[in-house]
């Protein structure tokens, strides 16, 4: 439901988003039977598609020519779907959007065929585009996207971690590569710097407000909407800023810290979950949270007005108060 | 050039490789990366063999022994096993090394080549994958696939830089590695996806066993055979025989023996 109404948002794009689905279609063919079905398998899993529309959104700054746009559009989608079917083996996950994983319905060895197959078909797409700057910023995303997905690791189950930890952990994870489709999208439309910088900056702040909702929605939500139980984070180690938040208080830091790494009951987990959610922490978390998208609303008022700028607001404010 | 210039080039170029991908926690957690030194030996042949070289040429090099370490660190993630931190890790291993080698080729404007790679990257995931849906196969298409999974990369860069008369040589060599290994593997009793499914065409691991026997002699026949239609000096071509594809005969030994 949630998704229909932010697709209602941006429904504008699309024709250009039903073209673009159906690249990312073709992008994905391949002779093997199995990483065709794979792959298929993921793209018809859905998504928000928040990156191509980014992408999208960016270039109506610039000369916008679809034929261009979506150069970039796919290649990014699919650099995203890449890093989901490998995280999907580094979480162990089963499902994905209410559907198995690749690493469930197949194996592990699969999985990552897959993600490598299809990072291996962004890459032959996007280096259609003759742009040393744009495959720099792109090349540069990647490798501190896998940085900040190292440093994820690393920093497991470590509850004493600093805010600064958790902020530049995200930045990477997930902030980058909407950073980028903004930048990118600027970049192949021919903008001026000076837009193409404040769209990146948008981009970020915007990238880092939704994952912070993302953090939050892991304990406001039902394992129901979320497909997946609820304080799944916590479970897995990722100590994400509604958790940085409930610590301050010496019990709920006790009850973190004395579960941390362990094999929770059902009625262990529902309870932390209840006590993070009943604490301040939420509201703390929502409350940067919304410093971001403030920052993000400040960047667009440097940015021409239109329907473009409208609809890239909407968004902003839809990421701000989305239930999951 | 002699055996020692050969060696001492060919590590210079692995310590190249290893700085360029080196991080920290991987280092820590993972194995690290796989640069084999016969691959290295392979991108580094057409230096060897005093061909046109230049610092671009060497640097692309660079990028598809990373290549190949990327993909190597995906084949190492355990089939069906849970996610343990250095599982993770050799994820996350395969995916920063392609960032890697993407960015090496972007700062040095190679964009053609970063969609060459790209392309052949597809063929081996593509091969790779075909071990893995359970069709039916003949040893000669399972064979096909590992020549393609051994020597597609390499093959692009030979094609790139106009080196193409080596990627015969070159294919029959490293898939001789290859099966070395597998046989080893098997000998030791571990079971890869290559055995896995050369047992189940040929319905039982002594079959494998003589297959691999009779491929490796096959194999090296036509290496001896082949190697001396290169005009190669009389060092690199005893390097390539004695050091990269040293050879016994075992599948007549294993006639008389059994």
Known sequence: ?324 | MNEQLIHSKITSMEIDVLRAVKQRTLEKFTEGPSVERARLFFLLLPYFDEKHWSGEIEASAKTVSIVYAALHAHDQVKENASATKKQQLTVLAGDFYSGIYYQMLANLNNITMIQRLATAIIKVSEKKASFHDGLDRTTAELDRSVQQIETELLATFYNFYGFDHYTPLATLMLSYIRYKDELECLQGGSETRIIRSLNETLQHPLHTERWLLEKLDNLHDQISLTINSYNFNYDLKNFMLHQITPHQHRAEQLTREG
């Open chain 1, 1 to 324: 439901m949630e998704k229909v109404k932010l697709k209602l948002l941006y429904s504008d794009l699309k024709p250009e988003l039903d073209m673009i689905e159906k690249e990312l279609e073709q992008a994905v063919d391949s002779e093997s039977l199995l990483l065709n079905d794979a792959s298929l398998h993921l793209l018809q899993a859905g998504g928000k598609r928040i990156r191509p529309v980014f992408v999208l959104l960016a270039g109506k700054f610039g000369n916008y020519n679809i034929d261009v746009m979506k150069q970039v559009a796919v290649p990014l989608e699919l650099i995203h779907m890449a890093s989901l079917v490998h995280d999907d083996v580094i979480d162990d996950s089963e499902t994905r959007r209410g559907k198995p994983t690749v690493k469930a319905e197949w194996n592990n060895s699969v999985a990552m065929y897959t993600g490598d197959f299809i990072l291996a078909r962004a890459l032959e797409y996007i280096s259609e585009i003759d742009s040393p700057k744009l495959h720099h910023i792109l090349s540069k995303t990647m490798i501190e996207v896998c940085r900040g997905e190292i440093i994820q690791i690393e920093d497991k189950y470590k509850l004493d971690q600093n805010l600064r930890d958790y902020l530049r952990r995200i930045k990477r994870k997930t902030a980058l590569l909407i950073s980028s489709s903004c930048e990118l999208g600027a970049l192949v439309s021919g903008t001026d710097e000076k837009t193409a910088a404040h769209l990146r900056r948008f981009g970020y702040f915007i990238g880092m407000s939704f994952q912070i909702i993302d953090d939050i929605l892991d304990f406001t939500s039902t394992d129901e909407e979320l497909g997946k139980p609820a304080g799944s984070d916590f479970i897995q180690g990722n100590i994400t800023l509604p958790i940085l938040c409930a610590r301050k208080n010496p019990e709920v830091y006790s009850l973190l810290k004395n579960n941390l790494g362990k094999e929770l009951t059902e009625p262990e987990r529902l309870h932390i979950v209840k006590t993070v959610r009943d604490s301040t922490a939420i509201d703390e978390a929502k409350a940067i949270s919304e410093r971001y998208l403030q920052k993000a609303l400040e960047e667009l008022a440097y940015l021409p007005k239109g329907n473009a700028n409208k609809t890239m607001r909407k968004i902003a404010f839809f990421i701000g108060k989305r239930k999951f």
